[in-house]
């Protein structure tokens, strides 16, 4: 085996692959990245059994041929190198990497270790926006289970073409809160609903923010069957495996209709937000917000007997009648932090029921 290649590729396909590859107690195998080549293409590829990352890397094959190597050790390396071509070759059971007047050899396994990343030829497709697909799923993370007593509620429900809505719905709850964002698809009309896995709609955000886009290449490929998904963008494919079971109907818990209704400024109601957590009791972590329609104004409350107590009134556009509601200032921020408009709309009902926010203008 032996390619040479620009040190600014290797070191982005690297990045890109590089977040799979992790220690393994029982596979030390899946710390490597593998390093494939033939006579058209080099893959490095990464995997931990549940997601696998293939980048397509960009370079002269002189030799075809595959090696395994510690990730962490080749990324690290190839990160503190200055020329600008790097030749890699393999000599024995080690990897020979050069680089202007320096080369360096990195002990690896065998290409037969690593475990075969499976291949999806068959199932629903589509065609979505990649900058879309990514905002979508770094809005809704933030709400997922971060344990595994309910494996469903750890990964994120995407449902193409569901409940009548033309387009992909994500959704992800703890059972405490609820994200929901609605992407629209350039292609695709079967009716699918699967559960990604959290750890998945990480890394799809992380290869989505870092793949650069060949001959501008805006458009993420989505091929889905009952357990498997397989994203492709510009040089990069995501093989996943999709979470079994049956996600909870959540559109049964969004109330329909509101007693009051308050917009407010986004970054306002952030930075209120931010002061009252300092005096809040630590695992109860409460606000209250009394929603004033006499003084059109949110007083946002919090009490703690170690650090004192806190009081500020946020002006606002309220409609309805007053309330009040007693909430947790850690998922407030959470989902505040994912509106991108300048106002938010906050909808509730009294002081027992679910309330909403949601981006001014935006019905996604």
Same mark, same amino acid.
């Given at each position: 085996m032996k390619i040479t290649?620009?040190?600014?590729?290797?070191?982005?396909?690297?990045? /890109?692959?590089?977040?799979?590859?992790?220690?393994?107690?029982?596979l030390p195998i899946l710390g490597n990245v593998l390093i494939r080549v033939d006579n058209q293409k080099?893959?490095?590829?990464?995997?931990?059994?549940?997601?696998?990352?293939?980048?397509?890397?960009?370079?002269?094959?002189?030799?075809?041929?595959?090696?395994?190597?510690?990730?962490?050790?080749?990324?690290? @390396?190839?990160?503190? /190198?200055?020329?600008?071509?790097?030749e890699i070759e393999l000599q024995g059971n080690e990897l020979a990497v050069?680089? &202007?007047?320096?080369?360096?050899?990195?002990?690896?396994?065998?290409?037969?270790?690593?475990?075969?990343?499976?291949?999806? =030829?068959?199932?629903?497709?589509? /065609?979505?926006?990649?900058?879309?697909?990514? =905002?979508? @799923?770094?809005? +809704?993370v933030s709400a997922l289970a971060r344990n595994d007593i309910?494996?469903?509620?750890?990964?994120?429900?995407?449902? @193409?073409?569901?409940?009548g809505n033309k387009g992909l719905t994500l959704a992800a709850t703890d059972s405490y809160r609820l994200a929901e964002k609605k992407v629209k698809l350039n292609q695709g009309e079967d009716e699918m609903k699967v559960i990604i896995p959290g750890r998945t709609a990480q890394e799809i955000i992380h290869i989505l923010s870092l793949a650069t886009s060949e001959e501008n290449e805006t458009g993420a490929r989505i091929l /889905?069957?009952?357990?498997?998904? +397989?994203?492709?963008?510009?040089?990069?494919?995501?093989? !996943?495996?999709? +979470?079994?079971?049956?996600?909870? &109907?959540?559109?049964?818990? #969004?109330?329909? !209709?509101f007693t009051t209704t308050a917009t407010v400024s986004t970054n306002q109601?952030?930075?209120?937000i931010k002061a009252a957590a300092l005096f809040t009791t630590t695992g109860v972590n409460a606000i209250s917000f009394k929603l004033e329609k006499e003084n059109n104004a949110v007083v946002v409350t919090s009490t703690s007997t170690q650090t004192g107590e806190y009081k500020s009134q946020l002006e606002a556009e309220i409609l309805g009648e007053d309330n009040n509601i007693l909430l947790n200032h850690r998922y407030l921020h959470d989902g505040l932090s994912?509106?991108?408009?300048?106002? =938010?709309?906050?909808?509730? #009902?009294n002081a027992d029921s679910p309330c909403l926010f949601a981006p001014q203008g935006d019905d996604s």
């Open positions: 290649c620009t040190r600014e590729n290797l070191s982005q396909a690297l990045s /890109l692959v590089g977040g799979v590859a992790g220690k393994n107690i029982n080099t893959e490095i590829i990464s995997t931990n059994l549940e997601v696998a990352i293939i980048a397509t890397l960009r370079s002269k094959v002189d030799e075809p041929g595959s090696f395994t190597v510690p990730a962490r050790t080749l990324t690290d @390396f190839v990160s503190l /190198l200055s020329g600008e071509k790097v050069t680089c &202007d007047r320096s080369t360096t050899k990195i002990k690896g396994s065998p290409a037969d270790d690593f475990p075969v990343v499976p291949s999806l =030829t068959e199932g629903s497709g589509y /065609l979505i926006s990649a900058e879309e697909l990514k =905002t979508g @799923f770094s809005q +809704v309910r494996p469903e509620l750890s990964g994120v429900f995407c449902g @193409f073409n569901t409940n /889905l069957n009952n357990n498997q998904i +397989v994203l492709t963008y510009a040089n990069i494919q995501l093989v !996943s495996r999709l +979470v079994e079971g049956q996600y909870p &109907d959540y559109t049964q818990i #969004i109330p329909k !209709s109601v952030i930075k209120e994912n509106i991108k408009t300048p106002n =938010t709309v906050f909808k509730m #009902i």
